[in-house]
């Protein structure tokens, strides 16, 4: 197999590793950043050759993986094994691990250790973990662990039940305020870059401009550094009514579909599997088989 088939075609010196430092060069040069989510090997890798800059083992994974109606079940152990599997495919791509609810919110102690483990036992090269102000110890603490970090705030959907429901953030003046403060505390905290999430356009725009750390959008405009959507989102696989702000690639639900249906169609009318589908024994094998039945029904006689 050829060097160049592994990258959709162009040679690897072309397309060089992502790092933290490529994403924030990237803002300097004013080059939109790309980020999808994805959650197993084969999507990642898909998602790895198409050149996207980001991969997020999302929390999303809860929902569109698992089936969960929020993000919150989803635990370390999951997210674990999802980012290992993500890891195994990805070669350009920097990929980063989504700390789930509950693994960082009651002692920073044990947020270290749990982004610690993203990065020793599953391969993850950054974590994402939700929260402005109030996370910046916390974000101190795992860059000092050498860990990059992505900050998210704006509609920070672990805090669903204390927003009262998946609700854009930033509607009003206080609101404002909050997410701007957000956005530069964790900026001088020292994240490597901030999902906005949920936020109305003009307020992006202008954490977009303050703060140093490229902002990463999702139902946050186009005025951000980049934007981020949930795999399954863009393929039409998440059984939900789409958001406003998601945009449908492809209908992979109708694909799947029409091919699981032609496939029973196919086994039920006898034409699957056909005579080239089939395994066949080798000539002489075949030959001496049915001399052997020959005389099988000679003696039976
Ligand atoms: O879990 C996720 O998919 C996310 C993105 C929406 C940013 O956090």
Do not use: W
């Not at 791509?93 to 009651?106: K, N, Q, R, T």
């Not at 303050?210 to 039409?236: K, M, R, S, W």
């Amino acid at each position: 197999m050829s060097i160049t088939s592994f990258n959709g075609g162009q040679p690897q010196s072309a397309r060089p590793k992502v790092t933290t430092l490529t994403i924030q060069e990237k803002k300097q040069r004013r080059e939109p950043i790309t980020c999808l989510t994805a959650y197993d090997y084969a999507t990642s890798r898909l998602v790895d050759e198409a050149g996207i800059d980001m991969i997020l083992v999302g929390d999303s994974l809860a929902q569109v993986v698992l089936g969960y109606e929020n993000t919150l079940p989803v635990t370390m152990e999951e997210m674990l094994h999802h980012t290992r599997a993500v890891r195994r495919a990805v070669k350009r791509a920097l990929v980063i691990a989504d700390m789930p609810f509950g693994s960082y919110h009651d002692d920073t102690k044990e947020g270290v250790r749990n982004a610690v483990r993203f990065v020793k036992e599953a391969g993850a090269e950054a974590v994402k973990l939700e929260g402005g102000q109030k996370r910046v110890e916390l974000v101190e603490r795992v860059l000092d662990a050498e860990i990059p970090v992505m900050g998210h705030i704006g509609l920070t959907p672990q805090s669903v039940n204390k927003m009262g429901g998946f609700k854009v953030q930033g509607k009003d003046l206080a609101g404002i305020e909050q997410l701007i403060k957000d956005a530069i505390a964790l900026d001088r905290a020292g994240v490597f870059s901030i999902v906005l999430e949920g936020v109305p356009r003009e307020v992006a725009a202008m954490i977009t401009a303050e703060v140093n750390a490229p902002t990463i959008g999702i139902g946050a405009g186009p005025e951000c550094d980049g934007q981020v959507l949930v795999f399954h989102d863009i393929l039409n696989l998440t059984f939900a009514p789409k958001a406003k702000f998601v945009r449908r690639y492809a209908d992979a639900a109708a694909l799947i579909r029409g091919a699981v249906e032609q496939f029973k169609s196919d086994v039920e009318a006898g034409s699957y599997p056909s005579d080239e589908e089939s395994y066949h024994l080798p000539r002489e094998t075949k030959a001496e088989l049915e001399t052997l039945l020959l005389r099988k029904v000679a003696v039976g006689r």
